[in-house]
């Protein structure tokens, strides 16, 4: 049964850091990763999807790895703003038409 | 031009009524999903329908009823409320079985 483990479970750092988020997870025979971003009251907006065949994906200020013979995948956000606040989830696939099963997630706080 | 859009937002309904959700999404996506999260912000996957079929049916009581009348839209009817059923229930849909998902805003349920 794969598990999704997002450590810490909460954040905080001044404006202009490097954000680093980190998801585990225990099979390695994953389909595709999606890491999402969560507000309060709101739902889910999603950031990046990263193939099993693929390492990384990058958006903007965002980074997304994977390394899946040690079932990791991390978020780098460089240079944090306020407006990053939020909490940030990810999801793993098995296999196309498998479920997503989700970490618990970290909620990040920007000070400014 | 919302992508993923739910009806209602709120539900407030009192134990043992019967209630339904709707969803409707406008990405031309044929899959389509319902999650919950519960009060500790887990999301977990309910159903999943791909061009109108059932394809994913987790560990649901059968007092919920999933329907897709077409690829657009997936409606959640619950019967015989129950405390807790209480949470927020996200909609989302993707392009293929194993595409990027997009969530829905959520419809928070309160069952008194």
């Known amino acids: 049964k794969q598990e999704v483990t997002q450590i810490p479970a909460a954040l905080s750092v001044p404006e202009g850091e490097n954000l680093v988020l980190n998801c585990s997870f225990t099979?390695?025979?994953?389909?595709?990763l999606q890491w999402f971003r969560q507000d309060p009251g709101k739902g889910l907006t999603s950031l990046l999807l990263?193939?099993?065949?693929?390492r990384e994906q990058t958006s903007g200020r965002l980074n997304a790895s994977l390394d899946k013979s040690s079932g990791r995948s991390t978020l780098y956000i460089a240079a944090s703003q306020p407006g990053d606040s939020a909490t940030y989830l990810c999801?793993?696939?098995?296999?196309?038409?498998?479920?997503?099963?989700f970490g618990g997630g970290t909620r990040v706080l920007v000070k400014p | 031009d919302t992508a993923v859009s739910q009806t209602p937002k709120y539900l407030v309904t009192q134990m043992g009524n019967d209630k339904s959700i709707k969803c409707e999404q406008n990405?031309?996506?044929?899959?389509m999903y319902w999650y919950k999260q519960d009060s500790k912000k887990f999301l977990k996957i309910m159903f999943s329908?791909?061009?109108?079929?059932?394809?994913i049916n987790e560990t649901v009581p059968n007092r919920f009823s999933p329907k897709s009348p077409d690829k657009a839209h997936l409606n959640l009817h619950i019967n015989s409320l129950e405390l807790g059923d209480s949470a927020v229930y996200f909609c989302?849909?993707?392009?293929?079985?194993?595409?990027?998902?997009?969530f829905g805003p959520g419809t928070r349920l309160t069952v008194l």
């Open positions: 990263i193939q099993s065949s693929q």
């Open positions: 999801a793993v696939r098995k296999a196309a038409g498998n479920k997503l099963t």
């Open positions: 329908y791909n061009n109108k079929e059932l394809i």
């Open positions: 989302a849909s993707s392009q293929g079985t194993g595409g990027e998902q997009f």
């Open positions: 990405l031309g996506h044929d899959t």
């Open positions: 099979d390695s025979a994953i389909y595709n």
